[in-house]
């Protein structure tokens, strides 16, 4: 439905900053839910920020207050501000569009167009 393409991903030391960028490539972008979800390997995929059309922003309770998401709709990009990163962000990070304008359930991670995903590697 949407083609996305992830950047900015790299290897940091712990307390680091990042900034994760998306790009997306139909002018639809600007009335889809966005998200940012993370899996490090032999583990679930995890939610970390959604942001509705309207501006509604929702953030992990593990990333509240270090990660946050924001989206420039005339660019047709999304981003992911991470501060103070810990060595448990390390993860591939992907970034998802869904036409559910409100976004999925929290719980849910059936987004309907995904990114190829950035590595994240966050040393001690």
């Known amino acids: 439905q949407v083609q996305l393409v992830e950047s900015g991903g790299g290897s940091v030391q712990a307390g680091g900053s990042l900034r994760l960028s998306c790009q997306a490539s139909?002018?639809?972008?600007?009335?889809?839910?966005v998200g940012w979800f993370r899996q490090a390997p032999g583990n679930e995929r995890e939610r970390v920020a959604s942001?509705?059309?309207?501006?509604?922003?929702s953030h992990a309770d593990s990333v509240k207050g270090r990660f946050t998401i924001s989206r420039d709709n005339t660019k047709r990009m999304l981003f992911l501000q991470m501060n103070d990163l810990k060595p448990a962000d390390t993860a591939i990070y992907s970034c998802?569009?869904?036409?559910?304008?409100?976004?999925?359930?929290?719980?849910?991670?059936?987004?309907?167009?995904w990114g190829q995903g950035t590595q994240v590697t966050v040393s001690s």
């Open positions: 998802a569009a869904d036409r559910l304008w409100d976004c999925p359930s929290p719980h849910r991670n059936d987004f309907d167009s």
């Open positions: 942001l509705a059309i309207h501006g509604r922003a």
């Open positions: 139909a002018t639809t972008y600007s009335r889809l839910c």
